[in-house]
């Protein structure tokens, strides 16, 4: 066997060494291996490559479906796991006879965190995840990448880099934000360790990569002080009691990005609201074309169990129609970009018609074929009202949550940094502080603020109960605890609004369909009084209106 060809098998497998039955006896950089070593080195190799062969398969499923994907997986962590387990019984010979190297274990924990974060991704279970950051932790800890740079290759180099991104990703939907500082710190230096040495053409897109975490991070608490962040860890409630915590972890970065989120729920079986709920099935797609996001739609709709419920999320820069008046809400009234890519043929096609049109807006119309089956939508844009009069044409529950379209001079700037309305419905109390510019609280008080938060919640509960005007869609999503909960925050963000004397407008509240009773609900004395008293507590009360003071009436 000549040099080159070892090089090329070592390029191709990445096993550091490969040993044939028939060598060449001048080749003595190899050495010389008894049966059980060999045996043992070809063991490895042989799991090595079936692992890269299943992993690499992954990427042929689709991302969207529930069924498919399942058995693969399972037999992809099978191999995986055989594969670690080996290792670390052999790691000696694998080190002595192989030339095993720390980088090649580091690419295998990598590989198991990522199937463990898609496991995660494709059940909820936030189990998974913390076993992905598990691994990746340990990466980091063990140095495995370490010496990549000595390798002279780039490829190394990138692996390194993506490691980097995906545990900082990891860590997010973890909130462990001051790790995610620390890994943002240290992948800053490698991008640039690692474009000072090669000048690769990607060195745009690693900086760009690098510029939105820090913008995603910088949102999410930018004016939070550290004291609150460890404050807010303290206090949070564990992801299997409130599941907001896994739907919304994906903030919008800033200038709303699209986020859409379709996901089902499966509601109570058997009428016993006591049994666990299983977790949602969901896709987070970010900047998805149309097609794309028709696509897992489609999926979605099509595996929704019988007691199931399509939820939607959006959250994207409107596109408003130049028509001011349309005969079709379905379409004549914008939407949302969901992606600013434009198609050349349709450039060229709408242009010769004398007209632009977003190729990759979703309008209202588009959803029209998905309320075949229970829907529950929340927009979070510019254009929000867009979507307010989506039609029950087959009879199911439709409800929309949308966010307001304009917020007052003195919070644009946070506005567009932070989409206040989906941090109403994420974290109602640290949405109040925001709105009274309060970045500071001490756990005591933050306790305190909590109960009266956790009693604003059951007094809404008991007036959607009580309710006579409450239209039918409602009480046929109230059963679900999540929707119930992202309901009884809506009321909370539109109060909260309507009396803070900053904003000022229909266009500054936000709005729903079908309405809300506005006297049984939305302007309920009780319901103002408590948020009355949060403001006194938190000693803001001059912020807000009293009843009865003024234009207190939004548009619902």
Same mark, same amino acid.
């Given at each position: ?19 044939? *039955? ?11 291996? =008894? #049966? *059980? ?59 002595? @006879? ?53 390798? #002279? ?228 844009? =510019? *254009?929000?009202?867009?979507?307010? %009069? ?28 932070? %989409? ?38 059951? #007094? ?11 239209? %039918? ?30 904003? @000022? ?34 000693? *803001? ?16």
């Amino acid at each position: 066997m000549t040099m080159q060809q070892r090089k090329d098998c070592q390029f191709k497998s990445e096993c550091g060494r490969c040993y044939h *039955n028939k060598m060449s006896t001048s080749d003595v950089s190899l050495p010389v291996l =008894d #049966e *059980n070593e060999k045996k043992i080195v070809n063991e490895f190799c042989h799991l090595l490559e079936k692992s890269k062969q299943l992993f690499n398969g992954l990427r042929d499923l689709p991302q969207y479906g529930h069924k498919q994907w399942q058995s693969y997986f399972g037999r992809t962590f099978d191999v995986y796991t055989k594969l670690w387990k080996f290792q670390q019984q052999h790691r000696q010979i694998l080190d002595s @006879k192989y030339g095993l190297k720390r980088w090649q274990i580091g690419e295998v924990a990598s590989k198991i965190g990522q199937l463990y974060y898609h496991y995660y991704l494709r059940t909820s279970e936030t189990n998974y995840l913390n076993e992905s950051f598990n691994f990746y932790s340990a990466i980091r800890q063990r140095g495995y990448y370490s010496r990549a740079s000595k390798e #002279e290759r780039p490829d190394l180099m990138v692996k390194k880099l993506r490691f980097y991104a995906r545990f900082i990703l990891v860590c997010l939907l973890l909130k462990k934000m001051k790790l995610v500082k620390d890994l943002e710190r240290d992948l800053g230096k490698q991008i640039d360790d690692y474009t000072s040495t090669y000048q690769p053409e990607d060195q745009s897109e690693w900086k760009t990569v690098l510029s939105e975490i820090r913008e995603f991070e910088d949102l999410k608490y930018s004016e939070l002080t550290l004291d609150m962040f460890r404050m807010l860890q303290t206090l949070e409630r564990e992801p299997q009691e409130d599941l907001s915590n896994q739907i919304y972890d994906a903030s919008p970065a800033p200038g709303r990005p699209p986020y859409l989120l379709p996901s089902y729920m499966k509601k109570e079986e058997n009428g016993d609201r006591n049994n666990r709920r299983e977790n949602p099935h969901k896709y987070l797609l970010y900047k998805p074309t149309y097609s794309q996001l028709n696509t897992f739609l489609a999926s979605g709709f099509k595996e929704l169990p019988p007691t199931g419920i399509i939820l939607l999320y959006i959250s994207a820069d409107g596109s408003p129609s130049s028509m001011k008046h349309g005969d079709d809400p379905a379409y004549d009234l914008g939407g949302v970009v969901t992606n600013a890519r434009r198609e050349g043929e349709e450039i060229i096609r709408t242009k010769k018609l004398g007209h632009l049109k977003e190729v990759h807006c979703l309008h209202p119309g588009d959803l029209y074929p998905y309320t075949r089956k229970p829907l529950f939508v929340i927009v979070d844009s =510019d *254009n929000s009202s867009s979507f307010q %009069n989506i039609p029950n044409l087959f009879g199911q529950p439709v409800v929309c949550l949308l966010s307001p379209e304009r917020a007052p001079p003195t919070m644009q700037d946070k506005h567009r940094r932070g %989409n206040l309305f989906t941090m109403f419905l994420h974290d109602p109390l640290m949405a109040f502080c925001y709105v009274c510019n309060i970045y500071e609280v001490p756990v005591d008080l933050w306790d305190k603020c909590t109960g009266i938060i956790d009693k604003f919640m059951s #007094e809404a509960s008991k007036l959607f109960s009580r309710s006579k005007k409450l239209d %039918n869609m409602y009480i046929q999503f109230i059963g679900d605890d999540f929707l119930r909960l992202l309901m009884l925050r809506f009321v909370f963000c539109y109060i909260v609004l309507i009396l803070h004397r900053g904003f @000022k407008g229909p266009n500054f509240y936000p709005t729903c369909s079908p309405l809300l009773p506005t006297d049984e609900i939305l302007e309920h004395p009780v319901l103002y009084k408590v948020v009355l008293d949060l403001s006194t507590l938190v000693d *803001n009360r001059t912020l807000f209106a009293e009843p009865g003071e003024g234009d207190l009436h939004g548009a619902t």
